[in-house]
């Protein structure tokens, strides 16, 4: 193993893409690669050391998924079973079909629905049902009471027929939290973070928090942004870098624990639950939270060839979807050069886990800059990360 290639990647992205990044890899269970480059915060040239803590946005979900899984093992569920079991507000849901008109909906949201984004729920950040939790419950949007709203909104099709991006994993930490009878976040470090040893895992940011956060910037291109004197932290290859508040727009109050978007972590620490992913579920300090078995399914397509033309990200060519991942299908068209059944996801801010059960292979990535240009570098990280491997 040579990571070089990944070591100099990194670096030219941080000369003219991103502000400042961090990595840690796995193999077999042991740390290979760490390595920091750039700013965590550009205008004070503070430089980046990997142990900041960020935002990670939607690489929150496949923490979500296992946590979800754990209770599936147990047999609480199975995977069609409906969802109105768990949260009674879904038993009776209407969709909008492609005319505008409500109707009734047929089929009912299952748990493989939650899991695998075919719900027919959206990711409209404020409907009117989540304004009205917001008043019904002053503020405050516990998890399971706030996601129940939810069930008052049309669906955007029927359950189980299309892929749509959603609140879906949100709704799956409030079935967790009613399965468990504890707080999402505390079930969360009790049974996932804990046992395998995954320090700094926050879901809202506190006192403490906030000295050890990256500062988070968003990429705006000419277009996008009014170019004025002190409005631009720094200048991008096609762009600008414009700092940003800590702020997550996905949180809906202080005991609302979001599955999808929630996590505020660093990079060494949430690598090892990766790596505890690419090995069985057995983490670096010998304790397992999940069997090898439901990695296997978690990671094979659930997605039907309809779904799948839903499921057509640029930066995702060439993969499927399964339990809350995306997974390789088609090497070929994904241009990849790792082995099938590769699986991981990526974040609002440029965080991405890469998780290789085969080659007991992990990694953990992040920049902190909101529009983190997915397209372009996470195609090339993974690529870069096997010719490492294989060197």
């Known amino acids: 193993m040579d990571f070089t290639y990944l070591k100099n990647f990194m670096d030219r992205l941080t000369m003219d893409t991103v502000p400042g990044n961090s990595v840690v890899v796995y193999h077999e269970n042991k740390e290979v690669f760490r390595y920091s480059a750039g700013y965590s915060d550009v205008e004070s040239k503070t430089p980046m050391t990997g142990d900041e803590l960020l935002n990670i946005y939607s690489c929150s ?18 995977l069609d079973d409906p969802l109105y079991e768990f949260m009674p507000q879904f038993r009776e849901m209407y969709v909008r079909d492609e005319s505008g008109e409500v109707r009734k909906a047929t089929t009912p949201i299952t748990m493989r629905h939650l899991f695998t984004m075919t719900s027919g ?49 949100d709704v799956l930490a409030a079935v967790v939290e009613a ?74 109050g202080p005991e609302y624990d979001s599955g999808g978007a929630g996590i505020i972590t660093s990079v060494p620490e949430y690598a090892k639950f990766a790596s505890c992913l690419a090995n069985g579920g057995i983490a670096p300090n010998g304790e397992q939270i999940l069997s090898a078995g439901t990695i296997e399914l978690l990671r094979t397509n659930q997605l039907s060839d309809t779904q799948l033309k839903d499921f057509n990200w640029p930066q995702l060519t060439g993969y499927g979807y399964g339990l809350g991942v995306r997974t390789i299908l088609d090497r070929a068209a994904a241009g990849f050069n790792g082995p099938d059944g590769e699986f991981g996801w990526g974040g609002a801010a440029g965080a991405t886990i890469s998780v290789d059960p085969d080659s007991k292979f992990s990694y953990f990535y992040s920049h902190h800059m909101l529009i983190p240009k997915e397209e372009f570098y996470q195609p090339r990280l993974r690529n870069i990360a096997y010719a490492c491997l294989y060197r």
């Open 179 to 252: 399965i468990s009878g504890k707080r999402f976040s505390k079930y969360m470090t009790d049974e996932v973070f804990a046992p395998i040893g995954v320090k700094d895992v926050y879901y809202h940011q506190t006192e403490e928090t906030l000295p050890r956060m990256a500062s988070q910037y968003m990429f705006k291109t000419d277009e996008e942004i009014e170019i004025s004197k002190g409005q631009i932290s720094s200048s991008g290859k096609d762009g600008y870098w414009e700092k940003q508040t800590y702020e997550n727009d996905l949180l809906y």
């Open 121 to 169: 729920l959206s990711y409209d950040k404020y409907p009117p049902s989540m304004l009205q939790a917001d008043k019904d419950t002053n503020g405050q949007m516990p998890t399971v009471a706030a996601l129940g709203y939810l069930a008052q909104e049309p669906l955007a099709f029927e359950p189980g027929s299309h892929w749509k991006y959603s609140l879906s994993h």
């Open 61 to 78: 979900k496949p923490a979500t998924v296992v946590a979800a899984l754990q209770l599936y093992e147990k047999g609480y569920f199975l």
